[in-house]
């Protein structure tokens, strides 16, 4: 079973549209969770870190669901900027290195 | 955030040559680390490169294969080895702040092996 697991998409939506991803996680020890937005030939970027209580930043809302092992990235009143893939992070067995998902795909259209 | 120079950007090698990596960044960082992404594929953790001590390798991951330095806390270098077709890859160094703003990536190297 991989680490990270993501539904890979695509997940075509039209603009101003609400959408959710999911991502699962198998490391039961996980302490830190993330999601990043990954450009086409582009390095990932920090979108948000995932908190335990939940956490909001501006359009984007990320939950954490420890018993279930269970992480969310809901993004409302999409924009075609949004149009990305979109990587679940959870630190490793290591402690400090991550694990990545595979990614979810979002094509924002007009 | 820190600023990562990665170098280089993109290159096409020849198999059974090999090519060195380099990842500067403008700050000391404790951490840093070493990441391939296949085509199509995700992130993929090769090393984690501690300075002054040899690299922490993951499963898979070999130091003959990809030798890694980390000479001082604002650089590294990884080397892929006796590259073959399946080495083409992009390849990502990465770097936890110090100052608790998280992870941060260089801008990857394309590597293409003929």
């Known amino acids: 079973r991989k680490e990270v697991e993501q539904d890979p998409g695509p997940f075509n939506v039209p603009e101003g549209a609400t959408v959710a991803f999911n991502c699962t996680y198998s490391n039961s020890a996980s302490q830190s969770f993330f999601w990043y937005r990954q450009d086409c030939r582009k390095e990932p970027k920090l979108l948000m870190s995932?908190?335990?209580s939940g956490n909001e930043d501006g359009r984007f809302t990320a939950q954490l669901n420890r018993a279930s092992q269970y992480i969310s990235l809901l993004i409302r009143d999409s924009k075609l900027s949004d149009s990305a893939t979109y990587l679940c992070?959870?630190?490793?067995?290591?402690?400090?290195?991550?694990?990545f998902g595979k990614g979810t795909s979002l094509l924002v259209t007009p | 955030s820190a600023v990562i120079s990665q170098k280089p950007s993109r290159d096409i090698c020849q198999r059974g040559t090999s090519l060195t990596i380099q990842c500067q960044v403008d700050?000391?960082?404790?951490?840093m680390f070493w990441y391939r992404q296949q085509p199509g594929q995700s992130l993929t953790l090769i090393a984690t490169a501690n300075q002054g001590s040899e690299a922490t390798y993951e499963s898979g991951f070999v130091i003959d294969k990809f030798p890694i330095s980390r000479p001082n806390l604002t650089f590294s270098t990884l080397t892929v080895s006796n590259l073959s077709p399946e080495d083409s890859s992009i390849y990502l160094c990465?770097?936890?702040?110090?100052?608790?703003?998280?992870?941060?990536f260089g801008s990857g190297t394309r590597l293409t092996v003929v």
């Open positions: 700050s000391q960082v404790t951490m």
């Open positions: 992070v959870v630190n490793s067995n290591s402690g400090y290195a991550l694990n």
């Open positions: 995932v908190y335990s």
């Open positions: 990465s770097v936890l702040e110090d100052t608790g703003y998280g992870y941060t």
